[in-house]
Each structure stands twice: as C-alpha cells, then as structure tokens.
C-alpha cells in the first residue's frame, strides 16, 4: 500500500468519524423540542417580585431537556474528529485542501455558523430563567443542527456529482449548483438521516417513556431518509445525479446504505435500541467511502469530467513520510479519548448522571 492510499483511507477514516459521532451531535439538537420537554413540573416562571430574584432553573417551563443531556458528556469533544479531518487534508492532501474549500467556501461557511450558533445556544439556553428568551435559545438549537446536516448532504451530494470548474481550472459552485434537485435531495437525505440517528442514540441513552418516543420518531425519520435516497437515486439513473468512475462499488454502497437504513427502522421498531445505533452508525458513515470508493481515482470531480486525482492531491512522498509521525501519536490519542468518554458515561441518563444543561 502507497503513502497516498494509506493517507486517503485515514482521511477518510476521520470524515466518516465525523459524521457518525457530530451526525448524533446534529441530529438530537434537530430533535431536541420534540425530544426534551421533560422535567420537574413548573412552579413558575417569573422573578419573584419580593426579592427580585430570578426563579430557579427548574421552575422555568422547558428548562430541563431530556434530549441535550443525553448527548452532554460528548458535546463539542466529537468535534475533535473534524478537526483532525481538517489538519490532515491541509498536510496531506493540500492541493485538495485548496479546491475543496474555496469551491465550497459558502457551504463551509454555512457549516461553521451553524456549528458556532448550535454550540452557544445548547449551553447559553441553560442559563436563562426566561420562558420567551429559552424559546429563542431553543431555535437556535434546532438551527445548529439544521444547518450544519443539510449543508454536508449538499457537499455530499456536489462531490457526487462533480463541481463545476473555470476555464482557470479552478473549482467553483453557485446559487443554481446548490439548489440543484440532487445536491438538495442528498442535503434532505442527510439531514433525516442524521436525525434518526439522533434519535437512535436518544433511545439508547434515556430512560424508557423518552426512548419509546425517540424510537417511534426515529423510524419516521429513517424511512423518509431512505425515500429520499431513493429519489437521489433515480436522480443518478436519469442522468442528473451522481456520475461515479466505480458503477459497481457505488452500486454495492448504495445498497449497503439501504439495508442499514432498513435495519435501523426494524431495530428501532423492535427495541433493541443498540443495535439500531450501530445500524445509523453504519449509515451515516457510508457517504464517505461511497464518495472516497466510487469516484477513485479522483478526489474532487468536476462536473464536466476528470478533476483532481488522489496523487495529484497528495502532498510529496517525504511530506508523507514526516506526517507519519505524528500520526502515530495523536490519532491513538483520540481513539483513546473517545474510547475513555464513551466508557465513562456509558448507560443511560437519569439517575446515573446529573442534568448537564
């Protein structure tokens, strides 16, 4: 195996983490006012006008959300994964690095606010003792969530189909590219994916009133993912969807999507709630190898054929080499760290853990 390989195959590794382990992140912030209205009952949710102090956390209505504090031990630690993403594609693949975000700059833009505006919100909305300004606190929840998932279905979906390039060689998208039917179809496919495995993990984590919710709501959501893949699909088979170099290895991951996607809504239907998750894990991580896979050897496509192949992307042998030392000392790290965090706040939430949020 070359350098090259080895360093794709790690790129790819570390998106696909991503988006399974901030794909939950995504979609229980997506979920979290259908999800979370749990609580101590209210007792009011005013100063009192004696003291002029503001009411305690759990007098406020709404205050306690259920949903948040299941994914609270590993908020903004699964970012860590994006992060490692990024430091990879920029030392490893730079020539990549360069097309993919000055092409996609808006989406990525788009990403990154809704990152910035989901992060605040989740921990500033524990802090008001307002009913009105929790409310605001909790759009911009569901904002944070939104925005980031459908934006990656929409990149998913422009890499599939190439991206348009200048007579410069350069890599460019528009308004028209974006609202294309099949990058807008992948960005709906993603963004209910990412909630059903939102809801996956809700059911695993919380205790058994809220799970059920979180089941009956996940199943609803994985189909409609499924029903928009489908139709992303068709999309492909008419000509105006994705344009892969590898028929059957996209074939045979598009297949594999599906039967995940069916075998999150069986154990989703059927309680048996970990086996679901691993079901959504599966699912949300498929989009990178069926991207990395299907269009090899190239790693950004252009719409009018070719684009920028693996080893054109790749930075020189010696690079490689220098960044294998790294590699060998901070990527155990994280596997370590997430390894540790997941055992520590393993089971449900409840009466194991306090409210975090």
Known sequence: MSLEILW??????????YFVLGGYDYGVQMLSPFLGGRGPDPVGGTADPATHTDPAPDAVPGWHNAALDAIAPFFLGNEVWLVAFAGTMFGAFPHLEGNLLSGLYPLFVAILVGLVLGNAAV???????????????DVLVVLGGVLPAVCWGIVVGLLLRGVPRRADNSFHVGVGDVLAP??????????????????????????AELAATARRLGVRLLAGSGAASGLALVLSLLGAGASTTRTTTSVVLFGLVA?????????????????AFTATCVATALPVPLIGAGQYPYLLTASSGAGITVHDAAADHATLELLIG???VIFPLI??????????????TGMRHAGYF
């Open 259 to 275: 039967v995940a996607l069916a075998a999150g809504r069986r154990f989703l239907s059927r309680g048996r709630d970990a086996l």
């Open 123 to 137: 921990q500033l909305r524990g802090r008001s003792r307002d009913p009105e300004a929790l409310r605001r606190w």
């Open 335 to 348: 596997l370590a760290y997430q390894t540790w965090s997941w055992w520590a706040f393993r089971g449900r």
């Open 8 to 17: 794709l195959a790690l790129l790819g590794l570390l998106l696909a983490g």
């Open 326 to 328: 790294f590699g060998v």
């Open 182 to 207: 099949f990058p807008l179809t992948c960005g709906v496919a993603v963004a209910l994916l990412f909630a059903g495995h939102g809801a996956a993990f809700v059911a695993l984590r919380s205790d």
